[in-house]
């Protein structure tokens, strides 16, 4: 097994020389740690001893706690540094002058996942363009793409879609990792910050994380699993549903289901030969949270076979029009609001094109849809290879 430094790693191991007489603020989460599960705010803190002046905290809170969609966290005081938490995920998502003002570097180490609609990588866009704003330095450490940096699958954003699940043309697998995404925000999208990135060593872009020889800490509660993050950038379209996508199990988006659905039914109905590196086992579960909370739901969870052949995003489009075909008067899209939206659908804005939606309620053939989107995924493709940092 290879194995890969993370920008981290890189950063205590040969520390920045420009950075040691800055003050430092560091966005983070539970899941920045080293290999040896050191949290990022313990190795600056010793690195940089009395630099670290803020801290930073995305979706799901300092902690992770937080278990769903708008949940806000407080801002709060470290217990470990006695020093201040801004949450970026409460009153505000955008970062104010007043939480910029103990700092003169930003450093960000956070672990995406790969998929259009995570947060993250949002709070990091408003992080660059209020650095843009406030004059401060962004020095992003580099994390692995988890379901690798070659398969990028799905329709781009359109600009009516806009919301903080989508704010720029991306597809839904954006085959990036986390300090590409930031060099593509800030050149291509011209947010113009003073940025730049620690690249790892030793990733390669055809690597799942498991083949990192890293551990994986739950970036946030509903993905504690390698495979939770594998089927994550399809199952993600069930929260748009009244399906549930497992939360309130221990499989979450794994597991999807509700109880009007007839699994016989829609495994009959399956071409499973349009649905390749996946096999569908039909079960009952019963949520303790979120959607159908304490109620039986039947469905499947997905066991991913082959990940180099499995299509997460189309795949959940071949369920969903399935169920949605099969169960008329029973499936609905959810009601607003989602992610501080309160007028157009979830949905619309998971999917990133209305007409998408549209087109999968008149039960259009899903090669046909994705047909219609491969001209715009070649294209992202060719811009996004201006940003990769490795081979």
């Known amino acids: 097994m290879i194995t890969v430094q993370t920008g981290l790693e890189k950063l205590i191991a040969e520390p920045n020389r420009w950075i040691r007489d800055e003050r430092l603020g560091l966005l983070c989460n539970p899941a920045s740690v080293d290999r040896q599960i050191t949290h990022a705010r313990t190795l600056m803190h010793q690195t940089f001893p009395s630099k670290l002046k ?6 799901h809170g300092f902690f992770a706690e937080k278990q769903d969609n708008m949940i806000e966290s407080a801002d709060l005081l470290d217990p470990v540094l006695q020093i201040p938490v801004f949450s970026l995920y409460g009153k505000t998502r955008i970062p104010s002058a007043r939480m910029f003002e103990p700092i003169d570097v930003l450093v960000v180490d956070l672990q995406d996942v790969g998929t259009r609609v995570y947060t993250f990588i949002y709070t990091l866009s408003y992080c660059l363009e209020a650095a843009a704003k406030y004059n401060i330095r962004v020095l992003v450490l580099d994390r692995p793409n988890p379901i690798n940096g070659i398969d990028i699958e799905g329709n781009q954003l359109v600009s009516d879609c806009k919301s903080f699940v989508g704010r720029f043309p991306i597809p839904m697998r954006h085959g990036l990792t986390i300090g590409e995404l930031a060099v593509m925000f800030n050149d291509h ?9 620690i690249p790892m060593n030793g990733w390669q872009r055809r690597m799942l994380f498991a083949d990192t020889g890293l551990p994986w800490v739950a970036p946030s509660p509903n993905l504690p699993t390698l495979m939770s993050a594998m089927v994550y950038p399809g199952q993600v379209l069930w929260e748009g549903t009244n399906v549930s996508e497992g939360r309130g199990t221990t499989q979450p988006f794994e597991l999807f289901g509700a109880p009007y659905i007839d699994v016989e039914k829609i ?24 959607k159908w909370r304490e109620t039986p739901c039947n469905g499947f969870q997905i066991h991913v076979t082959d990940p180099l052949r499995y299509r997460p995003y189309k795949t959940t489009l071949h369920l969903l029009q399935a169920i949605m075909a099969n169960h008329r008067g029973q499936f609905e899209w959810k009601p607003p609001p989602y992610e501080y939206e309160f007028e157009r659908l979830p949905i619309d804005l998971i999917i ?4 998408i939606r549209e087109r999968l309620e008149n039960l259009e053939p899903i090669d046909d849809i994705e ?14 290879r201006e940003f990769q940092l490795y081979d």
């Open 371 to 384: 047909a219609d989107w491969q001209e715009g995924l070649n294209q992202f493709k060719i811009i996004s």
């Open 352 to 355: 990133g094109d209305r007409g």
């Open 54 to 59: 803020a801290l930073y905290s995305p979706q």
């Open 267 to 290: 495994s009959a109905g399956l071409e499973t030969e349009k649905i390749p590196g996946v096999l569908f086992r039909p079960a009952v579960f019963q949520p303790t949270s979120n």
């Open 189 to 197: 999208f011209e947010i113009g910050c003073d940025l730049e990135v």
